[in-house]
């Protein structure tokens, strides 16, 4: 696969199209080379779906009371001197 060049100005203007795609590019400068990028394809259904995950343990963390947010960090202290 060759890499198509495009100059450092318009690289850095579309920059979030780039990353969207699936082509390498020469990043150029004055005609000249200065580096190559690769765009990575990622899951981002993955991402999404993690970071749903997160934010329903960071809702039920944040409905919890202080007794149980004091007991919680009892039981991690009593953990950790365990593990020592």
């Not at 795609?21 to 200065?34: E, F, I, K, Y």
């Not at 990028?37 to 409905?63: C, H, M, S, T, Y």
Request: proline residues 2%; hydrophobic residues 40%.
């Amino acid at each position: 696969m060759r890499a198509t060049k495009v100059g450092i100005r318009e690289f850095r203007s579309g920059l979030a199209n780039f990353v969207d795609s699936d082509a390498p590019l020469a990043v150029t400068r004055h005609g000249q080379t200065v580096g190559y990028f690769i765009p990575v394809k990622q899951d981002r259904a993955a991402d999404a779906a993690a970071l749903r995950a997160a934010g329903e343990k960071l809702d039920a963390l944040l409905q919890l009371t202080e007794g149980e947010v004091e007991e919680m960090v009892e039981d991690f202290k009593q953990l950790r001197k365990t593990e020592k």
